[in-house]
């Protein structure tokens, strides 16, 4: 057992606390990393309000990147010294959707990291959002939970690769496969439709609008390769669409906030026979209506993204290999810097919407 310093959230809307925990030493598939950096995201956000209901006491942070400081007996893929991102869907390697080449629908990697128990407080275990807990000075996570990287990639950057920019990118290239001249709507310029937005980009999308009720986010939406804004607040964000578009709507439409009613208006903005890809993540609670004779009739389809679909172990190299050739952000993402006792402040700049990421450093 160590001691180390987490933020911990012990009930819905309470305060996050920087409190000292036990943290277990690896056991035979695991690894201890020491965290350089974690994420400030919307989903952390959900499990302190409860819209994203989980066990509490938990230690948050689900998008970090570290170093490895010790592994268990059965590990092989990584080693001590070796600099990794984190990846919060763990695969098990053998059940249905791994062997059918869905790793990030894994059945059994992401509920085992859950029961894990790898945190303590005065006897009592402290669980970690989404199996991570990065938003501690180290963490015990699964093997599969570990993506190698290059020593010199600074891990204040590295660490969005874990989930925001993963996701974003991953909703375009790979649960829509977004083709070259496709028109692309993105409900929501926050630290994920960012990364959508430059996945549209990425893919050779154009146009590429980005809608949001915040001018600093849609600004810098076009700094990440949209062509047109929309304020959604200042008029019909649909009809906006269709003037785009020669009356017809988008081919793909992405709704990164979670909202039903966003939902909606991504849902009716996307063209007959287009997509509409739901990024965001509702409150558990809430339900979608949609006028469901626009899907046959109208030959809509409307599908989640998990993740962005991701097979970790194969894309995070190659997002790695897009940010050295220049062609994927990951510095620019990263607006303002926090420590750990700070974890507070962060949290109030993500809500205030004055971030595009917020880094927690150790």
Not at 147 to 156: E, N, S
Not at 200 to 223: M, Q, S
């Amino acid at each position: 057992m160590r001691t180390v310093r987490a933020a911990v959230v012990n009930a819905v809307r309470d305060a996050v606390r920087v409190e000292p925990l036990s943290l277990r030493e690896p056991r035979a598939d695991e690894v201890l990393v020491r965290l350089g950096a974690s994420g400030v995201c919307h989903s952390d956000l959900h499990v302190i309000t409860g819209d994203l209901p989980m066990p509490l006491p938990a230690v948050l942070g689900h998008e970090g990147a570290g170093v490895v400081e010790e592994v268990g007996a059965a590990v092989r893929r990584v080693k001590v010294g070796d600099h990794v991102v984190l990846s919060w869907v763990p695969y098990c390697g053998s059940c249905w959707y791994c062997e059918s080449g869905h790793t990030h629908l894994c059945e059994m990697g992401y509920v085992k990291s859950l029961a894990a128990e790898v945190f303590t407080r005065d006897g009592g275990a402290v669980g970690q959002l989404a199996g991570v807990g990065s938003m501690a000075e180290f963490t015990v996570v699964p093997e599969s939970g570990c993506i190698p990287i290059d020593a010199d990639i600074p891990l204040d950057s590295a660490c969005l690769v874990g989930c925001g920019v993963m996701t974003g990118v991953g909703a375009v290239i790979n649960t829509a496969r977004v083709e070259p001249g496709q028109s692309v709507a993105v409900f929501g310029a926050g630290g994920v439709g960012l990364n959508v937005v430059q996945g549209a980009a990425l893919a050779g999308a154009h146009p590429i609008i980005a809608v949001d009720l915040n001018e600093r986010k849609l600004g810098l939406a076009r700094a990440f390769g949209a062509t047109h804004v929309v304020n959604g607040g200042a008029g019909d964000a649909v009809a906006a669409l269709q003037e785009l578009t020669g009356g017809r709507g988008v081919d793909v439409s992405f709704e990164v906030i979670g909202s039903p009613d966003v939902i909606l208006q991504a849902f009716l903005g996307t063209r007959r026979g287009g997509k509409t890809v739901v990024v965001g993540v509702a409150p558990a609670t809430a339900m979608v209506s949609l006028p469901g004779f626009l899907l046959p009739l109208a030959e809509k389809s409307l599908v989640g993204s998990l993740y962005g679909s991701a097979d970790m172990a194969r894309d995070v190299p190659r997002l790695i290999a897009l940010y050295r050739a220049g062609k994927l952000k990951l510095d620019e993402l990263v607006t303002r810097r926090f420590a750990l006792n700070e974890v507070g402040e962060a949290f109030a700049a993500l809500q205030a919407g004055d971030v595009a990421r917020g880094v927690i450093t150790f």
